[in-house]
Every structure is written in C-alpha cells, then in structure tokens.
C-alpha cells in the first residue's frame, strides 16, 4: 500500500492525467497549475455528519444517506472532555457497517487518552465493508505524538486525517502532510451541530492548499460545521477544499438527496468559477 501523501498516487494521476491531456500547450501548463493550485482538479465529496439523524434508528438513516447519494458518511465521536458533548463509540459505528457499503469517516473529538487507547477500535469499526480503509480524523490538539498516532491508523489499516480547531494555525499540521490524506479544517468550534460558520477559515484553506500542492502531496481538504448549500460551501470550495461535512444543511431538506444534490451543484459551480459572495 503506498504511503498517503507520497507524490501523485495512481487515484488522482487518471483524474489529473484526463484533466492534463485537455491542457498540453504551454499556457495550458499554466492553467493547469492554476487548476491544481486552487484543488478544483479534486473530486467535489459530499460528507453527511449523522449528528442530526434519529439515533434510535442510525442504521436506517446510514441507508437513506447512502441512496441520497453522499459520497462518504461522518461519525461525530465526543467523549465530554475534548469537547462539551457526548455522542457514541465504536460500538454504534460497527453496527452500521452492514446497513450501507458507502465509506464511513470518524472524526474523533475525544482526549488524548481514548485516541491513543481505543484507535485500534475506530479504525476497524470505520472500515468499509471488504475491509477498505475508513477516513480517520484526529485532532492536532489532543495528539502531542500526532505522527505516530496518524502511523498507527495507516498501519491498522486506516486513512489518516488530521483536524484543526479555529484557533488552531495551519503550521501545526504542515509537518504531517506527508501522513495524510485529508486534512480537516474546522469551521466551527467543535462540540455541536447547528452552530453558526466561521467566515475567517479561508486564508486557513488557501494556506493549506498552497503548502499541499507545494510539497505535490495527494490530500483531500475537508470543512466542517456550519456548511450549507449557499456561500459557505462556495467560499470554502473556491479557497481550496473539495470535501464538504453537513449535518442541519443537509438534513434541513425535505429530502436528503435534495440537500445533497443542492450541495454538490454549488460547489460544483464553484469548481468552475462561478462563486457566490458572502451577503
Ligand atoms: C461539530 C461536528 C460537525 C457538526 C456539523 O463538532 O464536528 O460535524 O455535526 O453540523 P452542522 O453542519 O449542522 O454545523
């Protein structure tokens, strides 16, 4: 298994590969390094947080989303300590796996004690259902060994992701891009759904893109909290991300995949330069 942020690896190359055949004159190179730079050469995935969902019947809903079309489903671990909330543990993701074959991403809000004693857990329960690897997500500020930990997940058969609270700078995972397929920024301070975006993340975005495709690392961007289908989701995706988390922007629709597929057409179009201002 080649390592994460190793040079161009075989999944982005085709995608890169059939974007590069459309550019081969010289400003075509330079437009492809404006594409690259800004990631809109990355695949646009639409990432449901569970956390609005009806608990007592979480593999129902694992279900739903998966014919909603999302790309990738998110499990909010809180242990009331990282941060003021309580959610689950590996238990509740593991009895999900057998309601959907869509890939499963944790992100652990949890102290540094139960990431460190309980990854084994997580990564399994996060994995797909032939055993592929699961995305996951721990965060810069509970890991003071956070090379190590995100070795670990890779070596349990995991895809290793790091998070960064709002306060956190972007220096502090620079280091590890290396180890990582995703990186997540916060958008919110961590704890609850519902919460309101913090509009100051991009420059954190465009810092992260910027140092990603300086180093020619294969990393996903992902944003988290207070997404919805309008300016949020555009801004972020024009600064440089290409995965978006939703709890109450997408269950907030009638149906979930008319959240899903309001989400995915404005990044989209964000993607292709038509972004929408903040009011
Ligand atoms: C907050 C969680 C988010 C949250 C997103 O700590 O990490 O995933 O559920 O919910 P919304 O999209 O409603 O902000």
Known sequence: MQAAGQRLTMRTTASRGAKAGRLASGSSRTARSAVVAKGTDRDIQIIPSVLPADWANMGQCVADLEAAGVDRIQFDVMDGNFVPNLTFGPEMIAACRKYCKTPFETQLMVSQYASETMLKDYVDATKGPNGEPGVVIVHVEACD????????????????????NPHTPAEMVKNVLCDVDHVL???????????AYIPTMLDKIRELRAAIVAGGYDVDIEVDGGIKADWTISQCCDAGANCFIAGSGMFAYPTLKEGCDALRAIAKDAQAGKVLPPP
């Open 145 to 164: 060994h956070l090379q190590r930990c995100l070795k670990q997940i890779r070596e349990l058969g995991g895809s290793p992701s790091v998070a960064l």
């Open 185 to 195: 920024v916060m958008t919110v301070n961590p704890g609850f759904g519902g919460q």
